[in-house]
């Protein structure tokens, strides 16, 4: 074994990743932040039916 392999293996592993290294995603993340997106769109679309009917409510009847 040469002493310049040593050298080339730490200089590689030192600082250079060869791909992208994806960050750790504790099991049921992913899942809880769906929910999370879910819940809140819900949210956004019965406040917005909730604004329509009032307004419904509120225009006086076309015939």
Partial sequence: MSDNDVP????????????PH??????????????REMARRRREAEEKLQHHLQEAKEKPAED
């Fill in 8 to 19: 080339e293996r730490g200089a590689a592993g030192k600082g250079q990743h060869p791909k």
């Fill in 22 to 35: 994806e960050p750790y995603v504790p099991p049921g993340a992913e899942s809880t932040r769906e929910l």
